[in-house]
């Protein structure tokens, strides 16, 4: 056999599907020519063919939808750019609202939309059959109607795309299967194809539904679910031979369906409800499948083709011509997986999309602005493969790919949770607390504590503000003024120690790790850019001894963060010790009399000020006690040992009952940080922005000598800012920032909200806008729209609540 294969290539993308070309078009743009796909049969014969090719805008996630809108702009050029016709059809989109909560969402996506540039506007039943005089609108409030998306023929966009790539000086190799992947010493990959081995510096899964596989050659867990799905192609229709104009690509929560023209003729895509099913149940794609398609199934697909026929009666006049039955890969949260795969340098995932033609194009410009600037310029945090660990198991991953395919067109309100694959992971109290009215969020698999329900009251979901608030009004109050305990054993934990655990911090953290024994530092792992990578508390157990917190949702992806910045000349130990610990936060002013119940240790200032972590004796067992909180009282963080914990919690709850002592949780803290001003890491900090930006210089240290990430934030004080974090108090009335808003000066967009909420000791609504310099200013007003409706916000000078920090070190 003749040897196609060069010997090197500084990339291998495994895949020629949507998502894998559409990272090879990107990487080799951006001048990474040196860079092969390679395919086991013909470019696009995984499920990227058959697909219907539809790219919605509509997206209520502000990342994502830059993701979508960037797609949505490549594709209607592409065939200028490559000289191949890509198929692409601008005719917009609608979805119905059929609930006044649909129409909140889409007041929230109209926001979105304003800040990412996509046209989309809100218009009445009868604008919407103006616009598709085939469709009947009963029960229909409203329409989202996106005017700037519409559908592709999914094969050529993506052969359009590899055809740009060649044409950037890209590699395509087809039918060639991939059948290993090694590691070499010298950390290069070896890619084992039938036609030969090609070793790599980056390695890519873009597998599509073989990607799982492809994976666990290298021991990965991908968290995938390869599901059935199908649409009908009916006969031309007489109605749209007709007529010139094309219609919309209709959304239907009514019937879970899509439907649109396909030339002629209808398009109609169904997500079953309750009969969702998977490809290949029980076994494996065959490695030889091209082009695979399942016999039709009708009966699943009944009873949401009537509600269509309702919904179109055209579609009723003409016979099905063919059925598209066909596998996409669904992650537990529906999100793709793209990023660094956990535990492995330079091996990516770009796949996991359920809508990878939609998605293909921004997925693979983002991958190769982070894999060739080391950062992409939008957060990729709700992308990252690592916000999975291996709690994701089978029967996790297939339950909440099963519900997410299932709830397709659903709306998913704030503090709606599905229940699908949970408990994942419990502490040792969760039976008790939910036993005490505890409602539990899922984080990283973990149940942790949301509100609770003391009068048996059940949370009637809204985007305003619901018989909840004065719920957590009683947890707040209970923090601020008497004494206070929340389970957040799901706290990210690791021991880094060793005699250079402290150079290997400083060298790797913008702040500097305190020299005070038993000192605390909030420090953050930059990169040579300077981009906020992760946020972690350090504090000093001993001389090289370091015990590191970070949130739940950053366990893995921290734990890699720490272990790829070592160099093997270091000899610092990491250890992830999340599952050893379990941590209580006890927080409030009769913090101290409550503890000393329990305690010989002296907790006075004199010996246990703010910002100290010693090891101590509660309740009779060993623990570690931090001074620190995110609520901005007196308290205590206790990190027991994972099989203590219940013991100390019932030793606090005994004690504490004469301070009045109440449980909270998530929902409490996220007002409660917010009335000290505290950012959250993924929200406020991420990989978009510096430190400079996110206004936190003082948690970086310059004097210390180098770090990573110095010189380039050295630089970037020298430089212009485009955004500042401003700190608003908002003129709000029922409903508060939820991110994602836009903030107008005028009709100017000038900024955009990442997270808010009620301030209940303050009693007002604040929230974290990113805002050109100039509108960052004290005192500085202008609109944030919320819901549709704009609202004053002015920004603060400091936290609403103890800006001296007084309460911290009572
Ligand atoms: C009926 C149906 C309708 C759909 N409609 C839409 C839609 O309207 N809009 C939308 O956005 N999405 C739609 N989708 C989803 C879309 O098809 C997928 O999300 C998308 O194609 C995924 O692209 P991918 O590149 O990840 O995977 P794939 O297209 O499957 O590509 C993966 C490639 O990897 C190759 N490969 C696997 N293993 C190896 C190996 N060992 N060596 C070499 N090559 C290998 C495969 O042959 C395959 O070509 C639809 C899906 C179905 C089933």
């Known amino acids: 056999m003749t040897k196609l294969l060069p010997n090197y290539s500084r990339v291998v993308i495994i895949g020629g599907g949507m998502m894998g070309v559409g990272l090879l078009y990107h990487l080799a743009e951006a001048g990474w020519d040196d860079c092969i796909l390679i395919e086991k049969g013909e470019l696009t014969s995984g499920s990227t063919w058959h697909a219907a090719g539809q790219c919605p805008s509509f997206i209520a996630d502000y990342n994502m939808a830059q993701i979508h809108h960037y797609s949505n702009t490549l594709y209607p050029k592409l065939e200028e750019l490559t000289g ?8 917009g989109g609608i979805r119905f609202a059929t609930t006044e909560e649909e129409l909140d969402y889409f007041r929230l996506v109209e926001g979105i939309a304003a800040n990412v540039g996509f046209r989309m506007q809100i218009i009445s039943p009868e604008e919407i059959q103006r616009i598709n005089p085939f469709v009947t609108t009963e029960g229909v409030l409203a329409g989202a109607w996106t005017l700037d998306d519409g559908h592709v023929d999914s094969a050529s966009c993506c052969n359009a795309m590899a055809k740009g790539a060649k044409n950037y000086g890209a590699t395509i190799i087809r039918n060639n299967r991939v059948t290993g992947t090694n590691l070499l010493p010298s950390g290069e990959w070896e890619v084992v194809t039938q036609q030969g081995i090609i070793v790599c510096e980056h390695v890519v899964n873009a597998g599509g539904c073989y990607a799982a596989r ?26 749209f031979i007709n007529r010139d104009e094309e219609i919309p690509v209709m959304r239907d929560p009514y019937a879970n369906a899509y439907y649109r023209q396909e030339q002629k003729s209808g398009l109609i895509g169904i997500y079953e409800r309750s009969n969702s099913r998977e490809a290949w149940f029980g076994s494996e794609q065959a490695w030889e499948a091209e082009n695979e398609l399942f016999a039709a199934e009708f009966d699943p697909l009944m009873p949401r083709l009537e509600r269509v026929m309702e919904r179109m009666p055209v579609y009723s006049k003409a016979g099905i011509m063919r059925i598209v039955h066909g596998a996409i890969s669904h992650t537990p949260d529906s999100n793709p997986l793209v990023g660094p795969a956990s535990g492995l340098r330079n091996y990516w995932l770009c796949t996991g999309s359920s809508i990878g033609i939609a998605q293909g194009g921004g997925c693979g410009k983002y991958l190769a602005q982070w894999m060739v600037h080391g950062a992409a310029e939008i957060n990729m945090i709700g992308l990252d493969p690592r916000r999975f660990g291996n709690y994701a198991t089978t029967e996790y991953t297939t ?15 704030p503090g709606e949770e599905r229940m699908d694959g949970r408990p994942a992971r419990r502490t040792p109290i969760y039976e008790k607390l939910k036993a005490k009215g505890c409602v539990h969020t899922e984080a990283m698999g973990w149940e942790r504590p949301k509100w609770f329900s003391l009068d048996g009251r059940e949370e009637e979901f809204s985007f305003r503000r619901n018989n909840v608030f004065e719920v957590v009004a009683e947890e707040c109050r209970a923090v601020r003024e008497r004494v206070s305990i ?108 409550l503890l000393a119940k329990l305690t010989s240790v002296d907790l006075s200032n004199a010996n246990f000020r703010w910002l100290t972590g010693k090891e101590i004796e509660v309740a009779g067992v060993k623990l570690i006690a931090l001074r620190v909180n995110y609520v901005g009282e007196l308290g205590w963080e206790l990190h027991t040992p994972v099989e203590q914990l219940e013991a100390v919690y019932d030793a606090i709850w005994a004690a504490g009952e004469e301070f009045g002592i109440v449980d909270f949780g998530v929902y409490a803290v996220n007002s409660l940080r917010m009335e000290k001003a505290y950012k959250g890491f993924g929200v406020e900090l991420t990989n978009e922005i510096t430190m400079i930006e996110a206004g936190m210089e003082r948690f970086v240290n310059f004097d210390k000598g180098d770090f990573v990430g110095r010189e380039a934030l050295l630089q970037r004080q020298k430089e212009q800012l485009n955004w500042n974090i401003a700190y608003v108090e908002v003129d709000a009335e029922d409903v508060d920032v939820h991110g994602g808003e836009p903030a107008y000066d005028g009709d100017t967009v000038i900024g955009l909200t990442t997270s808010g909420s009620f301030g209940h000791t303050v009693g007002k609504s604040l929230a974290f806008v990113y805002v050109s310099p100039e509108y960052a200013v004290p005192e ?11 609202r004053q916000a002015k920004v603060l000078a400091e936290p609403a609540y103890d800006p001296q920090n007084k309460r911290l070190r009572a």
């Open 214 to 239: 492809i994976g666990s050659w290298v021991g990965l867990n991908i968290p995938l679910t390869n599901m059935k799905h199908q649409y009908v192609v009916t006969e031309p229709i007489q109605e």
């Open 399 to 413: 339950a909440k790919s099963h519900r997410e395919y299932q709830d397709m067109y659903d709306l998913m309100l």
């Open 84 to 91: 191949q016709a890509t198929g692409w059809h601008g005719c």
């Open 780 to 790: 500085t007003t202008f609109d944030i729209e919320i819901l549709s409706n704009r």
């Open 486 to 593: 929340f389970d957040l054993s799901s706290f990210s934990k690791y021991e880094v120690s060793g005699p250079d655990a402290e150079a290997f911090l400083n060298r790797i953290c913008a702040n500097k790790v305190s020299r005070r024994a038993s000192g605390i530092v909030l420090s953050h792992v930059l990169n040579e850019r300077g981009r906020i990578q992760s946020e972690f508390t350090i504090t000093r157990l001993g001389a090289d001894r370091f015990y590191l917190l970070s949130g739940a949702t950053s366990q893995v992806r921290d734990f890699d963060i720490l272990n790829l910045a070592k160099l093997d000349t270091e000899a610092a130990t990491i250890r992830d010790i999340t599952e050893d610990y379990g941590s209580l936060v006890l927080a409030g002013p009769r913090t101290r009399e």
